[in-house]
């Protein structure tokens, strides 16, 4: 694999300061522009070679079908939050006319967001396409208006620099400076607590650990000037299993809870690592036919060493612990750069206890936890930390008579799904992936979907401002011909001088 240099100290100084100058001319680019930008990167990663594939599966280990389809959701991102920022909807534009007859008289006030500045946006190891270079984190603050500075994750960087290459090559086609899009290496934490650190950087991009999504916040936090730090730092992501449904269809549901711990060797951020049930017949049921499908799964190579040891690692761990039973894993041995599958339960009184159950376990793991009742099932919902989803296993009667369980864990989490499974993201408006902390670092946004735009803006107000001189977003005649709330009330029209609003008092 190519080597790739660690960026100095004064390298990263004159990329953001570049960075800055580029975002001074980009924000003035109409939105239009913006999202030709964007499409004009999907093409051009569209057009790229199979060599980028091949190199994508030499530094991942990550098959060529999955690759290939994570290429086309980072195509498919790019072009809809081209289409989001085109229409206006990260705008938000608020335009209440003034009421000169009102006592005291209300001046003419308008709002919109405007973009934060520059942004830093660190690759994350386990997509290199989707959430990295040209993923979810740039598309979001190109579609905002920022200018982005990216450093490669070292576990895949030959294709993170040919992506780069990608997005400069867009940028030349799109009349557009080339510091717009910024790309550095790094495997020293000392890069990325620079780049954080620098007076120019404005916001933060991150998908990986906990410890490294809360080192990022830390280091932001101290500065002179603190910035937002969206990070999204992983889940143990909740199965709660109700009786009826679990008795019901244990087998069915063990097989899809299988296919989805082992999903690409476990090694997404919305891997279920809890299961939690109530102590019956179907639950022992349950957990047979989990840890025999758990058995049949075969190891498979991790991302890379590191993380295949750290899964291997923390697995021993958990297993350990006191009270935890093997339930099923891999009949065969794992080789080097392997994952072994493996189920494991516990009883709730224990695992209240031990709150190192309640960590993360990175891989093709999960461990399921038998509760006495519905009390107890309560009692380790209430000592859940934040996570990305929450997934309840019902019939819809048990959903309807339980509302209190249900809405103790709709406050856990982002997103909360019934009778599904938590793998699988779908890139659209109502998606919601992220959730209160350490799930995330702010529950308020999502990293994906086009709202994920939102985090790299703010809101500003115009008062009194001269009609020519006020952004076409909020100019009387709507010249984007973008949906604004006009005087209380969604609407494309043109501001009628004089329009009376609609709570004039």
């Not at 001046?107 to 520059?118: A, S």
């Not at 992506?163 to 790094?186: M, Q, R, T, W, Y």
């Not at 998606?431 to 939102?454: E, L, N, Y």
Request: hydrophobic share 40%; aromatic share 6%; with cysteine.
């Amino acid at each position: 694999m190519k080597q790739f240099a660690d960026a100095t100290i004064d390298e990263i100084n004159e990329v953001m300061e570049k960075a800055a100058v580029a975002f001074e001319e980009y924000k003035r680019q109409s939105i239009s522009k913006r999202a030709a930008l964007m499409r004009n990167i999907a093409a051009a990663l569209e057009s790229t070679s199979d060599e980028l594939i091949q190199v994508a599966m030499r530094e991942t280990n990550l098959p060529e079908a999955r690759l290939r389809g994570e290429r086309a959701r980072t195509i498919f991102q790019l072009n809809s939050y081209a289409d989001a920022c085109e229409q206006g909807h990260g705008l938000e534009a608020r335009i209440d006319t003034a009421i000169e007859t009102r006592t005291p008289p209300r001046p003419d006030i308008r709002k919109m967001m405007v973009p934060l500045g520059p942004v830093v946006v660190f690759g994350a190891s386990n997509f290199p396409f989707a959430y990295s270079t040209a993923g979810g984190d740039t598309a979001s603050a190109l579609a905002a208006g920022c200018s982005v500075v990216v450093k490669a994750h070292p576990a895949h960087a030959e294709t993170s620099e040919m992506v780069a290459a990608v997005i400069h090559k867009a940028l030349a086609d799109s009349d557009l400076p080339k510091e717009v899009f910024s790309h550095v290496h790094g495997r020293s934490f000392d890069i990325g607590k620079a780049l954080v650190l620098h007076p120019e950087t404005k916001a933060v991009g991150f998908t990986g650990s906990f410890t490294g999504g809360k080192q990022l916040f830390d280091w932001a936090a101290t500065r002179p000037v603190p910035i937002p730090v969206f990070a999204e730092m992983g889940s143990v992501n909740p199965v709660y299993l109700f009786p009826a449904k679990l008795s019901a269809e244990a087998k069915d549901i063990a097989e899809m809870y299988a296919a989805s711990v082992t999903l690409g060797v476990g090694q997404f951020c919305t891997n279920p690592g809890l299961i939690i049930g109530i102590e019956d017949d179907a639950l022992h049921r349950f957990i047979k036919y989990l840890g025999d499908a758990i058995t049949n799964a075969s190891p498979a190579r991790m991302l890379h060493a590191g993380i295949a040891e750290a899964y291997a690692k923390n697995k021993a761990v958990a297993l350990s612990q006191q009270g935890v039973e093997v339930a099923g894993s891999s009949s065969a041995a794992a080789g080097d750069g392997e994952g072994s599958a493996a189920v494991a339960s516990v009883d709730a009184k224990t695992f209240l206890q031990n709150s190192l159950l309640h960590k993360e376990v990175f891989g093709p793991f999960t461990l399921l936890i038998r509760c006495s009742d519905q009390s107890e099932m309560m009692k380790v919902i209430k000592q859940m930390e934040g996570q990305l989803t929450s997934t309840i296993m019902a019939t819809p009667e048990e959903l309807k008579n339980n509302d209190s369980i249900t809405r103790a864990i709709a406050e856990t989490c982002g997103r909360l799904i019934f009778n599904g499974v938590p793998t699988g993201v779908e890139v659209c408006w109502s998606m919601q992936h992220g959730g209160p902390f350490p799930a995330s670092t702010d529950s308020r946004f999502t990293a994906v979907g086009p709202d994920a735009i939102k985090r790299f803006c703010r809101p500003q107000s115009f008062q009194s401002w001269p009609d020519a001189l006020l952004p076409e977003a909020l100019q009387d005649s709507n010249p984007l011909q973008i949906w604004r709330m006009l005087n209380n009330d969604w609407t494309r029209a043109a501001v009628t001088v004089n329009k009376p609003a609609n709570n004039a008092r």
